[in-house]
Nanobody, 115 residues
């Protein structure tokens, strides 16, 4: 089993910043891709961005220039630094990794951006 636990969510004013963390544990072996998704109220879950174990990064257009993904392979932890937040960023943020032919999700952490 693989467990992903997100943390760092909370309430922030528009223009503020938050840093989310996602720690992986269990039978993780060598995780390659770790990604962030988010789901706003009443909306479908959408991909935010991802990073490989080698440090290759990709971002959704909504995240480019404001969000930065990084990881600590030794800690099996991925981070999402979010700057210049706006109310449209309000969502539950999920960590995801594909491993052993399955997709594993964390339970999410809520980010609320007030105007």
């Amino acid at each position: 089993q693989v467990q992903l636990v997100e943390s760092g969510g909370g309430l922030v004013q528009a223009g503020g910043s938050l840093r989310l963390s996602c720690a992986a544990s269990g039978s993780i072996g060598s995780i390659n891709v770790m990604a962030w998704y988010r789901q706003a109220p009443g909306e479908q879950r959408e991909w935010v961005g991802g990073i490989t174990s080698g440090g290759n990064l990709k971002y959704a257009d909504a995240a480019k220039g404001r969000f930065t993904i990084s990881r600590d392979n030794a800690k099996n932890t991925v981070y999402l630094q979010m700057n210049s937040l706006n109310p449209e960023d309000t969502a539950v943020y999920y960590c995801y990794t594909p491993l052993y032919g399955k997709g594993y999700w964390g339970k999410g952490t809520l980010v609320t951006v007030s105007s």
